[in-house]
Each structure stands twice: as C-alpha cells, then as structure tokens.
C-alpha cells in the first residue's frame, strides 16, 4: 500500500471525509474570533510562497536587489501577522475554554505549533544578514554556549542555520499545523460557554 492510500485509510478510519472537509458549520462559527486560525493559516500561506522564493534565489538577491528587499519585507511582516493571528487565535480560545471535551490534545498542539514557530522566526531572524542578525548571532552564540547547547545548536553556522529555518522546521510546524487542523475537524469547534440562564454548564 503507498503512503497516500494509507493516509486516506487513516483519515477515513480515525476522521471521516465529511468531518474533514465538512459542507456545514455551526452558526457560532460566524463570530470574528473563529476567524483567527484561518487567518493564521493565510499568513503561513504567505511566509511559505515568500519563503520560497527568497531560498531559491540567496542572499545576495535580498540583500542587494529591490525585487529581494520587497520580497524579504513581505516575508518579514508576514511573519508578523502569523504571530499577530496566532496569538489572537491562543488568547481568544484560551478565554473560550478550547481544551473542553475532549480537546486537550487539539490544545497542546497548538501550544507546540506557537513553540516551533517562535524558534523558526529566531531562525530566520539570525538569516537576514544585515548587522542587526550579525550581531544577534554572536549575543545568541555566548547565551546557548553559557547554556552547555552551543556545541548542537551552533546558531553562527549560516549553513546549519539555513537547513534549519529552509527545511527542518518548516517541516515540523507544517506537520503540527495539519494535525491540528485534524483535531479540530474530529472534535469540531469549541462551543461557547453558555449564559446565565441557559441550559447545560453555569453561565462563566
């Protein structure tokens, strides 16, 4: 059996087609706050197409071209509106109670998804190769040597560093982004706390 069809087997077996790509929501969904993890997903989007071009064409194209110094600036703040929605995303679901029924797991994910994020943008800010990532890269080098972890994570190493932010981590956000994805599909949205007076839990 390849991969895919054992992919597809999985899902049909542990979330089924039509919680995965569902046709119907449920009329809470509507509210703004459950808009943030799209968004979210969008600014991703972006960071991955910019991304990409900026790996295919080095350094020198965003250092030293106008097309590369815009490409690099969209990179740039798509990186903020990832952790901009990402962290609204957190703060709003936080407050809504999203590890309710069952949905601890789909909450540590994300936990996890804001964890690797934050150590792929350091990543990458240590990439930008102005001074201001130089001289982040040598404050940083002193701080991981202090911490014994200098030896694996050698952030003055451009190469490691380029492999890292490019492939590795990317990779591993990716996974933990569609796993999520995944949870939240199985489990469906978090519904609203209800209010004094309504029936099921006491109104919060």
Not at 164 to 189: C, D, M, N, S, T
Request: charged share 15%; proline share 3%; net charge positive.
């Amino acid at each position: 059996m390849s991969w895919t069809a054992g992919a597809k087997r999985f899902i049909e077996l542990n979330y089924g087609w039509d919680r995965v790509l569902p046709e119907r929501q449920p009329v809470f969904v509507r509210s703004l706050v459950y808009s943030f993890g799209a968004l979210t997903i969008a600014a991703l989007l972006m960071l991955i197409c910019t991304g990409l071009v900026l790996a295919a064409n080095g350094p020198l194209w965003w250092l030293d071209s106008r097309s590369g110094m815009y490409i690099r600036a969209l990179h740039y703040w798509s990186v903020h509106s990832f952790f901009f929605f990402l962290l609204l995303h957190f703060t709003t679901n936080f407050f809504m109670g999203a590890w309710r029924d069952g949905r601890s797991g789909t909450w540590v994910l994300g936990m996890l998804t804001l964890g690797v994020g934050v150590i792929t943008a350091f990543t990458g800010f240590l990439l930008r190769g102005d001074f201001f990532s130089q001289w982040n890269q040598v404050q940083a080098k002193d701080a991981f040597n202090a911490l014994g972890v200098g030896v694996w994570f050698n952030v003055v190493d451009n190469g490691r560093l380029y492999g890292l932010h490019v492939v590795v981590l990317p990779a591993v956000l990716l996974v933990l982004i569609a796993w999520h994805v995944l949870e939240v599909r199985r489990h469906g949205v978090v519904k609203p706390y209800p209010v004094d007076g309504e029936k099921g839990e006491p109104g919060r």
